[in-house]
């Protein structure tokens, strides 16, 4: 028995197709997919339609104290999971950039860090589960068997999620887009918790001009070929 969980683990930033991969790579393996992203926008969103200053601890205890957060599986014709905030079906508002840079202060809060990372911890205490986010391999699951590092220069992860963003109708600028994901990528990387960066022991791999289903045969080829007797 080795000390290991039978846990996958996908981080990169923004736009670098992190969701695609592991819901592709969790479906193959039979694992179940953990986006703890849509988590931390589900808070962002609260915040927002609350009124509460995402960085002031005291408006912020009361709300992640009564906050119920579900995720589903993503509805028939549909990419993204469902996400159950109160009840309330939010996961189409989630995904625009300006929610995801909401998201990324938010994530920085030492309060919503510690209370959402252990929820997904027990989540994923079962094991055989694809997580995929910023610090998964680092500070959620260390003792995850398979690690990767999911990446892209800006300007592809740009055109990426503009043209996610135009297939569901949306206008788009890209040079702000561009700016927005740059400046996301800066401040997920300098925060002083949980930082978004490679575990030591992640496989580093740059999807700037490889095909999505090579990354995914990459990633499950891994898996298959490194088997661990991985501890529940």
Do not use: H
């Amino acid at each position: 028995m080795c000390d290991r969980k039978s846990i996958v683990t996908i981080d990169g930033p923004s736009g670098g197709g992190k969701s695609t991969v592991s819901r592709a790579l969790a479906a193959r393996l039979g694992f179940t997919y953990l986006d703890t992203g849509a988590m931390y926008r589900a808070v962002a969103y609260t915040c927002q339609q609350q009124g509460v200053d995402p960085l002031n601890p005291v408006q912020l205890e009361p709300l992640l104290a009564s906050i119920r957060i579900e995720l589903l599986p993503p509805a028939a014709g549909e990419d993204d999971v469902r996400v159950i905030v109160n009840g309330r079906d939010v996961g189409s508002s989630l995904r625009t950039p300006e929610m995801g840079m909401l998201a990324s202060k938010v994530s920085a809060q030492p309060l919503v860090r510690n209370i959402l990372t252990v929820l997904q911890q027990q989540i994923g205490a079962a094991g055989q589960i694809v997580a995929e986010g910023r610090d998964t391999g680092t500070v959620v699951f260390p003792e995850a068997a398979w690690k990767f590092f999911l990446d892209a220069s800006p300007e592809v992860r740009t055109r990426r999620r503009a043209a996610q963003l135009r297939s569901k109708g949306e206008a788009v600028d890209e040079q702000q887009l561009l700016a927005q994901i740059v400046q996301r990528d800066k401040d997920d990387r300098e925060r002083t918790i949980a930082p978004l960066k490679a575990a030591p022991d992640a496989i580093l791999i740059d999807s700037t001009v490889c095909p999505v289903d090579v990354v995914i045969g990459q990633m499950y080829d891994r898996v298959m070929t490194t088997p661990c007797s991985c501890k529940k």
